[in-house]
Every structure is written in structure tokens, then in C-alpha cells.
């Protein structure tokens, strides 16, 4: 006797595979969404500030190598909190990257922009 079965989504009945969760993709994809909604609009929060981060860096840096101050930098939005990763240079200089454009903190409040190059991984 083969027990009634539905889809976890909109509940029509289910047929075919005995290990069968959704009568479609889209059911499926839906279920999923509401189920990760919270996780997803986490990061799509998170990423829309690192992208726009990358884009402040950019906009202030179209030559790869510059220098402007922190007060530039938050008034254009910056959040200096949200980077992507970190390198360390031999000398023990220490570069914050958002993707491929970084900054290094220089004395009196200033940054030195920078466009990642070959030499950082």
C-alpha cells in the first residue's frame, strides 16, 4: 500500500520516486528561499556594503596608487569594518582589501590606496 504523499510546498500530491520532496523545480526553489530567507538577506546586506566599499576605493583610486584621508573616505561612505581580507608585508605593513582594491593606514589619518597586483594572493 503506497501512503499519500505531498509536496512540501503546496501540497499536491506526489508521484514517482519514493524519496520524492516536490512535484517541481520551482516548488522546490521556493521552499528553499523561504527557508534560507534569513541567511540570504544576511549576506546580500553584507555584500551590497562590500561592493559599495570596492566602488568608494575605486572611484578614489582610478590610477591604482594614491593617498586620501579617512575623513574622504567615510564621508563617501566607506565602512572601514566590512574587507574582504588582509595582507602582510614582509616589512609587516598591514593592507585591508575589499576584492582587489586595499588601503594601508599611514600617520595623521591618512590611507594609501592601492590596486592589488600580481604580488598579492
Known amino acids: 500500500m503506497q501512503e499519500n504523499r505531498e509536496c512540501l510546498e503546496c501540497g499536491e500530491p506526489l ?3 519514493a524519496d520524492q520532496r516536490f512535484c517541481d523545480g520551482s516548488c522546490r526553489t521556493s521552499y528553499n528561499n523561504k527557508l534560507n530567507k534569513e541567511v540570504n538577506q544576511f549576506l546580500s546586506k553584507v555584500n551590497s556594503i562590500l561592493r ?3 566602488t568608494i576605493l ?3 583610486n582610478p590610477n591604482g596608487k594614491t593617498k586620501v584621508s579617512r575623513q574622504i573616505l567615510l564621508n563617501s561612505g566607506f565602512r572601514f569594518e566590512f574587507m574582504t581580507n588582509t595582507y602582510t608585508t614582509k616589512s609587516g605593513k598591514k593592507y585591508q582589501f575589499c ?3 586595499g588601503l594601508l593606514a599611514l600617520e595623521d589619518d591618512m590611507y594609501a590606496l592601492v590596486k592589488k597586483g600580481d604580488y598579492v594572493v
Open 58 to 60: 575605486h572611484r578614489l
Open 52 to 54: 559599495r566599499n570596492r
Open 99 to 101: 576584492y582587489d582594491y
Open 15 to 17: 508521484r514517482g520516486r
